[in-house]
């Protein structure tokens, strides 16, 4: 099982074998070089810990502990843990500033406790079989001993497609369950499971969210963006905690200036930068970059990607993700880790969660303007507000008046619903739903995507904001279910890197989650705040730019001249279609030739199309492959 992980931890393994339970680990060491071999355990060897990620505020806890009577073997971040867990039971994951899949063992009590972190950054998957609980960081673990889970699940293939990942517990493998976000599950002796929720993104009730509310818990807008600084500042400050050289992603855009912003004017830690470019003026950001290089001096290394590189790394990528995807930004995303090992580093900070709790994207101010329209729907000025966003497209939906107020004028029926402002994307995703073959669209049933997602949704989301509500729905079906592990955690530690997300410090969240929704979007300018709170360290062009989300080339990375990537022809062909039986051959055929002649330009084919290679190749690598030789397909690494 362990071995199947050796891209996670290549720097040595570790065990522990017990009465009840065997513990597994494969090191990636950042802190405490010499000593923080996992396992570690208490002093009286009865508590014993493997985990994956980071502890940040491990120093100032280890001190807390110590002064309690706790004594320490090593100088990592690791063994706080087991001392939280002796003084605090159960609830030391509260105390907890940091990124973790946690797997802890009380031998006394027979006991095994599994953690993971309060926003999703770091992965955990168990599942039972032979009368045992069996768990790791990625599934491609659980396949190594338990060859028969290598199956898909209809429900969970077909919420992945529509939402873009799975909604927790689910996973697109049968029988296998991800621990979900801000959850504890323990198992206790007899075998008896219990799952608590120990942290959620939560929001006051909107009567609540007023600007004389605002000023009583904040003071005004000056002292709130110097508050939120000051908050910034410590977060880079825990995150740059590492006995190895520190990176950092640069996109060019506000979020990851301004992390690297931080580290050059508060701390005194040298930062390497790197970033992605494209021949592709629609995706490139190389320009904005560049600017950010000369204003902050950092050394900066950029990675060119091209349509090839992208096609040629997707089978890798999904060997990785162990999920279908609807884009192929993530595969630029693991070449350019790829090179950030090769340079030296181990650890890199990126600016991801700054969109989703601070309210950047175009989606919050999409379903503002369609709230807004919704009180006048005869209006011929109100929709016209949509056509300031989405500028970043060459094929964008605003692009034409009357497209735009037909497109977005659909779902107005569902206004007074927690899932209106994603009601549009997932009608643009269910495109994918209609080439699933007949076998599954009978295995599904009349599972219905709007209705599905909103049975898992808080009893109070409807007494808050509308954008609080908006917030929430993107928190868990877009940054838990596909950003952080197709975007984050997967391709990092594909090549053996850390990345590390100062954004997503719960501190940040609680903070921002209090704000009035004016101060994140004022007007249609998102991320009100966090701007003020960077204003001083950016240029005024990059303080000021307007979001452009990362993006690249989708299917036609898979295309040249009309003519497919091998290994594109053999998954899509008719042939391997029909074995696989997931999709119809036929549309699935039509959407391909539709593809090879460059006449796929939206969205809904591009995502469709995307989605169902992504599927193929789920099914070439763990299915096909592991079904003959499941060691050699799984173990590549």
Not at 148 to 170: E, F, K, M
Not at 377 to 406: I, K, T
Request: with cysteine.
């Amino acid at each position: 099982m362990i071995h199947t992980l050796h891209h996670r931890g290549p720097d040595g393994y570790g065990f522990h074998v017990g009465d009840g339970v065997g513990l597994a680990h494969a090191r990636l060491s950042i802190i405490d070089l010499a000593t923080g071999q996992q396992p570690i355990h208490n002093e009286r060897r009865t508590v014993w810990t493997v985990f994956n990620g980071g502890i940040f505020n491990y120093v100032e806890l280890r001190e807390q502990l110590e002064r309690q009577g706790h004594r320490f073997y090593t100088q990592s971040d690791t063994e706080v843990i087991v001392h939280l867990y002796e003084q605090h039971g159960d609830d030391f994951v509260s105390h907890l500033n940091g990124q973790f899949a946690i797997a802890l063992w009380d031998a006394e009590r027979r006991r095994l406790l599994l953690a993971r972190d309060r926003t999703g950054i770091r992965p955990l998957f168990h599942t039972r079989a032979h009368g045992r609980l069996w768990f790791g960081s990625e599934i491609k673990a659980l396949l190594a001993v338990l060859p028969q889970r290598a199956t898909l699940d209809p429900t969970g293939l077909a919420q992945t497609l529509n939402y873009w990942g799975p909604v927790d517990p689910a996973t697109v493998f049968e029988g296998i369950h991800s621990l979900p976000p801000g959850h504890v599950l323990t198992v206790d002796e007899g075998n008896r499971e219990t799952l608590r929720r120990y942290w959620d993104w939560s929001f006051p009730v909107a009567a609540e969210q007023t600007m004389a509310s605002a000023r009583r818990m904040f003071g005004s807008e000056e002292q709130a963006a110097a508050e939120l600084r000051e908050l910034l500042i410590d977060a880079v400050r825990l995150r740059l905690r590492a006995d190895v050289p520190v990176g950092a992603y640069l996109s060019g855009g506000l979020d990851s200036s301004g992390i690297v912003a931080l580290i050059r004017r508060f701390t005194d830690t040298p930062v390497r930068t790197f970033s992605v470019a494209f021949a592709d003026s629609e995706f490139d950001e190389s320009a904005e970059q560049a600017a950010m290089v000369r204003h902050l001096g950092t050394e900066h290394t950029t990675m060119h990607c091209s349509r090839r590189d992208i096609g040629m790394a997707f089978p890798q990528l999904i060997r990785h993700t162990e999920t279908p995807i609807l884009r192929t930004a993530a595969a630029p995303l693991m070449l350019l880790s790829g090179r950030v090992r090769s340079e030296g580093y181990k650890v890199v900070l990126t600016g991801e969660g700054a969109d989703e709790v601070f309210g950047g994207y175009d989606i919050f101010k999409e379903a503002k303007v369609r709230r807004f329209w919704a009180r006048q729907p005869q209006s011929r000025f109100r929709p016209r507000l949509l056509e300031r966003l989405y500028g970043y497209l060459e094929n964008s939906p605003v692009g034409n008046a009357a497209f735009a107020q037909a497109f977005f004028g659909k779902g107005m029926e569902h206004i007074d619903r927690p899932i209106f402002a994603h009601a549009p994307r997932w009608a643009t995703s269910q495109h994918a739903l209609r080439f699933l073959s007949a076998d599954m669209r009978a295995s599904i049933g009349d599972w219905q995507p709007l209705d599905g997602y909103e049975q898992r949704l808080p009893a109070s989301i409807m007494s808050w904001h509308p954008l609080a509500r908006d917030q929430y729905v993107e928190a868990k079906s877009l940054l838990a279910a596909y950003l952080l592990p197709a975007q984050g955690d997967r391709v990092a530690m594909a090549n053996s890197i850390e990345g590390r997300f100062p954004y997503l410090d719960h501190r940040l969240i609680e903070f921002a989650n209090r704000l009035p929704p004016s101060w994140k979007i004022r007007g249609l300018t998102e991320k009100y705040l966090l701007r003020r709170a960077l204003d001083g360290l950016l240029p005024a062009d990059i303080l000021h730019r307007t979001k452009q989300p990362y993006r690249a080339p989708d299917q036609t990375s898979f295309f040249f001249d009309g003519k497919p990537l091998d290994y594109v022809a053999d998954l899509m062909s008719s042939e391997r279609i029909r074995a696989a039986g997931y999709f119809d051959a036929d549309a699935t055929g039509r959407l391909f030739d539709k593809c090879r002649h460059g006449r796929a330009i939206g969205f809904a084919d591009n995502q469709a199309f995307v989605g169902i290679l992504s599927t193929m190749l789920l099914d070439e690598t763990f299915l096909r492959r592991s079904s003959s030789d499941p060691h050699g397909a799984l173990c590549s690494d």
